[in-house]
């Protein structure tokens, strides 16, 4: 009995952590789209990708820090890179490359 509900306790945990994730991804294309289309610039393949995650303390408490990476592109040609870093919901940093 023990041994199923610490079972479905961590699998609890696993879908929520997955969940919180797919929710930054999502929050983080937004966030890429709009600025792109705030610069003239196309965000290539409408999406990004996750490249380090990491914990931070805030005010809030402990959070996860996510830096995204996403590709650009100035009137079609040349790849250019950009990412962007979440802490929890909240934007920390966008960049894109010049």
Known sequence: ?????????????????????????????????????????????DTVSLERIGLRWTTGGLRFRRMFRFEYSIEGTLRQNGYVILIGPQLELIHLHE
């Open 1 to 45: 009995m023990t041994s199923t509900l610490i079972l479905l306790i961590l699998l609890f945990a696993l879908a929520m952590l997955w969940l919180d994730g797919a929710r930054a991804r999502e929050l983080a294309i937004g966030i890429s789209k709009a600025a792109c289309k705030q610069q003239g610039l196309q965000l290539l393949d």
